[in-house]
């Protein structure tokens, strides 16, 4: 998400502050007025911005349901004076906390961190609905009077942060956010230590808007360009172009010539309309006098680290600085290419070119620096009403037994029922549908049996079990063998069968035969176990004798 382009009802994030003017050095921050915070851009720049009621400007288009505001007047009216501010006040350690967890970006970390440390010891306040200081983060006593207030302060403005700093926090691609990326990180700046001098390759109008928000004061400071910052501009311009020795002399040359220690009026193809709007000021010191008298009765002291550095001065009139932008707009999206200064003109527009380049690095500076603080700002009072409202919910769920967090496991308690209703309905279904399997296979041999008849002769006569079975079967009685109840070979039957095959004979029921055994039964086979166990080896040995004349005796017979 663009953060020019992020609104919250009538207000976009860019439009939160506003520059007013510059602080100095020694100037004391208990000087400034609610809303103000200075914004260091470099060492020797510090500028003044000022949040313009955000708040505010929020809640006057926007009205709360009834039914909202009367449930939250409810919960208000069930806490006392001291308990409601108890309730809307947290610690820093708390907020430090949850912004681990909350926020993926390293830098916005940092600079959260540091902005709560600043913020704490002022004398003034940045925020209309908050109250900072050593002591923790609290509701501001407007609000804490006036439960409308805090009603849409909690259900609307809350979420509409949450939902607005959720696009520009957190990183699509990785854990960095818009501001912090690497692309935002770099700007048209020479690092002499890594030979490296970068500058994003896209130039809007958010430079330039930048610029119209500041006053003439912030103007004049912006385009005071000191010669140490345009002399490394320039010497990484002509490397990265691979200006030839002689070519390199000459934009060297033209800019001597602006600086004055060349005579422009014997130099051949000069052109002073080419530096018009530029004005080279040399090193002056500061001016402090001995005595206390006025005029020039004192004498100037100066020392090798008062004195001002050598500077240039660009025109401040904005359709100047439109061109400068463009010169390096031009710059920026041309690339690495060879180029030549065959000639002094040329070479001054050279000069001009690393001018605007170090120029559009000073309002860059500012601009995402503006954008950064922004960014802080916001994101500090979305996790403040985060955790506040958090802890007013805990009080009221104190006060009134069963709360929100109650009623989220019962939900989580619901939701799981549904899911085991839902699994053990699949449970069922299937059972059901294996069960008719089952039965369908049944029926399709039963059917088959009555439609082939009796294997022995073709004989197929119905015959009743003395047995109850689920279902009527016709049995084929000649197919079975000898159905001799006292035989062998019938009883060796009916236990494989494991009673699922009829045990009848041709003509005649099946005697009911009682298989459990006594007590007195029990005893006499215990009494006689030696006997029976020699009487089973005996039978076990004769088995196998007759097994192997039986198998020779069939060997032999194939043999003959």
């Not at 009205?63 to 069930?78: A, L």
């Not at 600086?259 to 000021?281: H, M, R, W």
């Not at 503006?370 to 805990?394: D, G, P, V």
């Amino acid at each position: 998400m663009d953060l020019d382009k992020a609104t919250m009802g009538e207000i976009s994030l860019s439009d939160a502050s506003k520059i007013v003017g510059i602080q100095k050095k020694n100037e004391d921050c208990s000087k400034m007025t609610n809303g103000q915070y200075p914004l260091t851009i470099d060492d020797n720049l510090t500028l003044k911005v000022e949040v313009t009621g955000v708040e505010r400007k929020l809640l006057e288009p926007y009205e709360m349901s009834r039914k909202v505001v009367e449930e939250f007047q409810k919960k208000f009216n069930n806490l006392s004076e001291e308990e409601l501010k108890s309730a809307c006040s947290i610690t820093h350690a708390v907020l430090l906390e949850n912004m681990q967890t909350v926020i993926p970006c390293v830098g916005c970390r940092r600079g959260l961190e540091e902005f709560l440390h600043q913020v704490q010891h002022f004398d003034h306040s940045l925020y209309d609905c908050l109250t900072i200081d050593e002591d923790g983060i609290s509701i501001s006593s407007n609000f804490l009077t006036n439960p409308k207030q805090l009603c849409r302060l909690f259900h609307y403005i809350r979420p509409k942060l949450h939902e607005v700093l959720d696009g520009v926090i957190n990183g699509k691609k990785n854990k960095r956010c818009i501001f912090h990326s690497l692309k935002m990180m770099k700007p048209n700046e020479y690092h002499p230590t890594e030979n490296k001098y970068t500058i994003p390759k896209s130039f809007g109008s958010s430079v330039i808007d930048v610029w119209d928000q500041m006053c003439q004061e912030c103007h004049k400071e912006i385009t005071r360009l000191e010669c140490t910052g345009i002399l490394e501009t320039m010497d990484y311009y002509l490397k990265k172009h691979r200006f030839c020795s002689e070519c390199k002399s000459k934009v060297q040359r033209a800019y001597h010539m602006l600086t004055g220690d060349v005579d422009t009026q014997n130099e051949p193809g000069f052109c002073s309309a080419i530096f018009e709007g530029l004005k080279y000021c040399p090193a002056k010191p500061p001016a402090s006098k001995d005595g206390s008298g006025g005029g020039g009765g004192g004498k100037v002291v100066a020392t090798k680290d008062s004195k001002q550095p050598h500077h240039v001065h660009v025109c401040c009139e904005r359709g100047y600085v439109v061109h400068m932008l463009t010169l390096a707009d031009a710059e920026i999206t041309g690339g690495r290419k060879e180029r030549h200064a065959k000639t002094i003109d040329i070479a001054q527009e050279e000069v001009c070119t690393c001018l605007s380049l170090y120029l559009y690095y000073r309002l860059h500076k500012v601009w995402h620096t503006k954008l950064t603080f922004e960014q802080t700002w916001f994101t500090l009072l979305s996790l403040s009403l985060e955790q506040i409202f958090q802890s007013f919910e805990t009080s009221i769920e104190k006060q009134f037994g069963l709360g929100r967090m109650e009623a989220f496991c019962r939900e989580l308690e619901k939701d799981e029922q549904m899911k085991n209703m839902k699994i053990e309905k699949r449970r069922l279904k299937r059972k059901n549908k294996q069960k008719k399997k089952k039965e369908q296979k049944g029926d399709s041999k039963s059917t088959e049996m009555n439609d082939d008849g009796c294997s022995n002769g073709g004989c197929t006569v119905e015959h009743e079990c003395p047995v109850e079975h689920e279902c009527p079967v016709e049995h084929d009685c000649s197919a079975q063998g000898n159905r001799d109840p006292s035989s062998f070979s019938y009883l060796l039957l009916g236990v494989l069968d494991d009673e699922k095959v009829c045990d009848c004979y041709h003509g005649e029921q099946c005697p009911e035969t009682d298989l459990e055994l006594t007590n007195d039964e029990i005893l006499e086979f215990e009494k006689n176990r030696q006997e029976i166990d020699i009487q089973r080896t005996k039978l076990r040995d004769k088995l196998k004798q007759n097994f192997n004349d039986y198998v020779e005796a069939s060997i032999q017979r194939k043999d003959t």
